[in-house]
Each structure stands twice: as structure tokens, then as C-alpha cells.
């Protein structure tokens, strides 16, 4: 096993880095790792109200250090389970609006087994959402709107992603997917 795939955090920054911005998944992602901007921090999920202390410090983190745009929290384990990190996912966004981060930050979700509502587990465009960790990424909402002004055809980022995912297919995407864990 490499040091990467040992070390949720390295595997994780492997990925964004190999995957997320050398296949443009998100195109803000390159300019804000190249400014040093993105937090990694790893939080255990096993314990629920622990992984959700861990989000609201991360929250007040962002508050307090604005040169910090983005966090990716790794949960390292106790939701390997995909029905299991909706649920700890549900919590998560309950506990942020009833923190008052409703507007101010989102929460976008990774898991090794996402599989969006309503499309197929083998559908290779669950892949612009599968990680090699299960992950809370937690944006700041101003930050999304201004990067989107400047980004023509924001609404179709999306769509060209699933495309692109099926145009790799599903058996590499696995296959590079599982090279970082």
C-alpha cells in the first residue's frame, strides 16, 4: 500500500489534485489549491456528536480566517456506509442551519459510494461525487457566487461533468479511484 492510499488526508489531497482539477470536475479548485487556500483536516464519524463538533469548529475556523475559502473534512471512519453518511450528511446540515450557517456556507458531500437519487449505482457519472474518503466540503457561499460570475455557462458544470465521467467510463474511474485508497 502507498503512503498516499495509507493517510486519508494525503489520499484525499491526491485526488483532488489527480482527479477533481486535471479533469476540471471543478473549475475553481485548481486556482484556490495553487493560493494555498483549501483545508484538509481529518475528523473521526464514529462518533456522531464528535464529527459534528468537528464541522461547527471547521464553521468558525472559516469565520475567523478569511484567507481559508474552502474545507474538505476527511471522515476518516464510521461512515463507510453510504446509508450511514446520508444520515450523519442530514445531521450535518440540520446542525448548520441551526448554527446560523444557512446562507453563509454549503455543504457539498463525497463518498467512495455516492450514488446520486434516481440514477443507476453503476452509472459512471456518480463518479463526480465519489471520493476516495468519505468528505464534508464546506464552501463559502459568497465565494461560490462571485467565482460563478465569472464562469461562462456555470449551470451547465454539471452536466458536462456526468458526460465527461461517462466518456472515462466507469471501470477506470473505479480503477483510479480505488489506486488512492
Not at 101 to 123: I, K, M, N, R, W
Amino acid at each position: 500500500m502507498s503512503q498516499t492510499a495509507a493517510c486519508p488526508l494525503a489520499a484525499s489531497r491526491a485526488w483532488v489534485e489527480s482527479f477533481v482539477v486535471k479533469h476540471d470536475i471543478c473549475p475553481f479548485a485548481k486556482r484556490e489549491l495553487e493560493h494555498n487556500s483549501v483545508r484538509f483536516v481529518a475528523l473521526p464519524a464514529s462518533d456522531p456528536v464528535e464529527a459534528m463538533q468537528g464541522l461547527i469548529e471547521e464553521c468558525r475556523r472559516l469565520d475567523s480566517e478569511p484567507d481559508i475559502h474552502t474545507t474538505l473534512i476527511v471522515l476518516s471512519d464510521g461512515v463507510n456506509d453510504f446509508d450511514d453518511y446520508l444520515d450523519l450528511l442530514g445531521l450535518a446540515e440540520a446542525l448548520m442551519e441551526d448554527q446560523g450557517y444557512d446562507g453563509t456556507y454549503q455543504l457539498a458531500s463525497f463518498h467512495p459510494d455516492y450514488c446520486f437519487d434516481g440514477v443507476e449505482e453503476d452509472d459512471a457519472a456518480n463518479y463526480t461525487n465519489r471520493s476516495p474518503w468519505p468528505m464534508f466540503h464546506i464552501l463559502r457561499e459568497a465565494s461560490i457566487e462571485g467565482a460563478l460570475k465569472h464562469y461562462p455557462d456555470s449551470e451547465n458544470i454539471p452536466l458536462r461533468n456526468e458526460q465527461q465521467m461517462r466518456d472515462i467510463g466507469r471501470q477506470q474511474l473505479a480503477e483510479w479511484l480505488h489506486a488512492l485508497r
